[in-house]
Antibody, heavy 116, light 107 residues
Framework: QVQVQESGPGLVKPSETLSLTCTVSGASISTYYWSWIRQSPGKGLEWIGYIYYSGNTNNNPSLNSRVSISIDTSKNEFSLNLSSVTAADTAVYYC??????????WGQGILVTVSS | YVLTQPPSVSVAPGQTARITCGGNNIGTKSVHWYQQKPGQAPVLVLFDDTDRPSGIPERFSGSNSENTATLTISRVEAGDEADYFCQVWHSSTDLVDFGGGTKLTVL
């Protein structure tokens, strides 16, 4: 059973970079697709982007220029960097995994608040 | 690409709930459905239009044709009360879209 767990700071200042890590257990990261998804308070789900173990990646065009997703196969983890954050980036951030970009396994989520 | 879901659906216990997900030619895509209860992460309840992951009751079923995909929950229980989201992957662009979500209320 694949398990994923988000970690990182819960508070980020405006204009700074939000950095989160997702640790994978129960499976090798050298399989499946690994994604980041967020949910603003009281809102729906927004796909941020994915990375495959080969390094192939793609991001939501609405965030494209600010998003960077990377993978560290030696640590069995992948990461999200979202630059130039504003209050609109305040959300619960989830990491998730699955085949063919459907999301079979989700982390519990981490609330990131953007505030000075 | 816009996926349109009704904001809310209400149904009495024991009845059937149908939650729709509208999109242009969505019938040509594989649709996945997620259930999210308050304070919890989403859970996959249907994938590839009609398939149930292990552990999901047979009461959950789906269909997808032309411009509408539908999640059907038969013999609704109080524990089914949740938000439901549809999701597709576009093979042509390698992008993912979610519907806006539907709040299912069990009366």
């Amino acid at each position: 059973q694949v398990q994923v767990q988000e970690s990182g700071p819960g508070l980020v200042k405006p204009s700074e970079t939000l950095s989160l890590t997702c640790t994978v257990s129960g499976a090798s990261i050298s399989t499946y697709y690994w994604s980041w998804i967020r949910q603003s308070p009281g809102k729906g789900l927004e796909w941020i982007g994915y990375i495959y173990y080969s390094g192939n990646t793609n991001n939501n065009p609405s965030l494209n220029s600010r998003v960077s997703i990377s993978i560290d196969t030696s640590k069995n983890e992948f990461s999200l960097n979202l630059s130039s954050v504003t209050a609109a980036d305040t959300a619960v951030y989830y990491c998730a995994s699955g085949s063919n970009l459907l999301f079979e396994n989700w982390g519990q989520g981490i609330l990131v608040t953007v505030s000075s | 690409y816009v996926l349109t879901q009704p904001p809310s659906v209400s149904v009495a216990p024991g009845q059937t709930a149908r939650i729709t997900c509208g999109g242009n030619n969505i019938g040509t895509k594989s649709v996945h459905w997620y259930q999210q209860k308050p304070g919890q992460a989403p859970v996959l309840v249907l994938f590839d239009d009609t398939d149930r992951p292990s552990g999901i009751p047979e009461r959950f079923s789906g269909s997808n044709s032309e411009n509408t995909a539908t999640l059907t929950i038969s013999r609704v229980e109080a524990g089914d009360e949740a938000d439901y989201f549809c999701q597709v992957w576009h093979s042509s662009t390698d992008l993912v879209d979610f519907g806006g979500g539907t709040k299912l209320t069990v009366l």
